[in-house]
């Protein structure tokens, strides 16, 4: 859930920006002073603020760039001014987004909305995602090379690791034991492709409710085996 700071003196528009955001399954917490605000701007884990400009305190002007200074969450700054906003804006003061008062909370609601998705988008790409492979009760975390069996952490060797991976990244698709040798253990199948029988046992019986009946790898006689999807 989005956790969002109001600092705001009125307490009447607070509490009806509070009501609303709520009602749009936000979390809030509202500040009447700017100083006690900006410190709970500072210390809290927000997703996204709402600031008035003129505060108790100290005003928003000051609370934007001092918010600034170390995070790149969202900010709404209000006014009731509408010559404010505009001198503000030319400032360029870091907010991302400013509304005069009066304003419809509903319009409000939309544009936290419409920030917060922003943000997320921004933050995303920013930071690369594990990358996930989930096929039924199996989550392998190839990025992290972590695997879930059904939920539990399983271990697996390096080489149990990649082969599992290897199969689940090309499902559906027969591989003989000499080819899942060569790209494995990443030699000339010179070396014993019982290895891979060997590995393929071990890793059915970390995956497998029964082993004898194999959900995930397929052996296919005389061929090789398959990762069933
Ligand atoms: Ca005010």
């Not at 909370?105 to 419409?114: F, M, Q, Y």
Request: a negative charge; proline letters at 3%.
């Amino acid at each position: 859930m989005s956790k969002i700071l109001i600092i705001e003196d009125e307490e009447a528009i607070a509490e009806l920006e509070k009501d609303y955001l709520e009602l749009s399954g936000f979390e809030v917490v509202i500040e009447n002073d700017g100083l006690q605000g900006l410190n709970e701007a500072l210390k809290g884990d927000y997703d996204l603020y709402i600031l008035d400009l003129m505060l108790p305190g100290m005003d928003g002007f000051e609370i934007c760039r001092r918010i600034r200074d170390e995070k790149n969450t969202p900010i709404i700054m209000v006014s009731a001014k509408k010559d404010d906003i505009d001198k503000i804006r030319g400032l360029g003061f870091g907010a991302d987004d400013y509304m005069t008062k009066p304003f419809s909370p509903s319009e409000l609601v939309a544009r936290v909305k419409a920030h917060l998705a922003q943000y997320d988008r921004l933050m995303s790409s920013r930071v690369p995602k594990n990358h996930v492979i989930k096929i039924r009760g199996l989550k392998i975390d190839t990025t992290a090379r972590r695997v879930w069996v059904n939920d539990v952490e399983t271990q697996f060797t390096t080489k149990e690791f990649d082969l599992l991976t290897f199969l689940a990244e090309n499902p559906n698709h027969v591989f003989s034991k000499e080819e899942l040798f060569r790209k494995i253990w990443n030699m000339e199948s010179i070396g014993d492709i019982a290895t891979v029988t060997v590995h393929i046992k071990k890793i059915r019986e970390k995956i497998e409710f029964d082993t004898a009946k194999p959900q995930y790898i397929e052996t296919i006689w005389g061929v090789g085996y398959r990762f069933k999807i």
